[in-house]
């Protein structure tokens, strides 16, 4: 029986390892992909302490500190999530665990287009990775959907591999200003208002369908609008949600006694690498003192 569970191995569920290990929490971390979603992120720099880091370097360098405390991570895909009296039951793939508590960490995963096409050209030609995916596009045309930060570090990258790389927001960019003053210096990088209405292509993408009618030829599309929670494994739970997200209250703590959840999967308001960092501290902090109650 472990004091608590840590299910997702991102910045806000190896924070919750590290606390939890300083607080003498029997616990281990689950984790389908160590690193969550913080592995596609080409650099960041804006994580106290590193001016300018690799996301797989940094979540390696943070698990490094996890290792350090003694706690295991496991690299396991969670497929069920119960409660049983007074324990809680996880499934995965290879083990079943009970735990007194739970802190969920699972983070979400990446929107799609949900357009004609995308589903048969995905890993096409269609990529929801840019780190993974750039390099195999070389002196290409790429499309990179979206506004935000994260498409502003898919357009920066696949600009440094001499491709032709067109931005298609939908209403405005609302990546950060130091982003914005990098495309300017780009001859390379295009910015256009729309939005995809079909993929076309038979074995791999070779044209996308604006709303407006237009066609464009391209070689590849990277789709960077974001992410939503996967919520599916707590249906058993009945965890109240607000927008979509597990609703939690200022000490991390659910609608479930025993429950406590952190980072992108709960309704923050600021979806950071370093927010979600202090958000699983609070919850091991809660944990703590919730089994010591």
Known sequence: ????????????????????????????????????????????ENYPGFHSINGIELMDKI?????????????????????????????TNKNKYESRTIIIALGAEHRKLNVPGEKELEKKGISYCYTCDGAFYKNKRVIVVGGGDAAAQAVLLLA???????????????????????????????LLRGEISR????????????????KMDVDGVFVEIGSEPNLSLFRKLSLELENGYIKIDRNMRTSIEGVFAAGDITNIVFRQAITAAGDGSIAANSVYLYLKK
Do not use: W
């Open 1 to 44: 029986m472990y004091d608590t569970l840590i299910l997702g191995g991102g910045p806000a569920g190896y924070s919750a390892a590290i606390y939890s290990a300083r607080y003498n929490l029997k616990c281990i971390v689950i984790a389908k992909e160590p690193g969550g979603v913080m592995n596609e992120a080409y650099r960041v």
């Open 160 to 190: 440094s591999y001499n491709n032709d790389v067109i931005m298609l927001y939908r209403s405005n960019i609302r990546a950060e200003p130091a982003y914005q003053e990098q495309f300017k210096k780009l001859k390379n990088v295009k």
């Open 63 to 91: 698990k490094e500190h996890v290792n350090y405390l003694g706690v295991e991570v496991r690299e396991e895909e969670i497929l069920d999530v119960s409660k049983r009296e007074k324990a809680f039951v996880i499934k």
């Open 199 to 214: 993929v076309n292509g038979k074995n791999k993408v070779e044209s996308v369908i604006l709303k407006d009618g237009n």
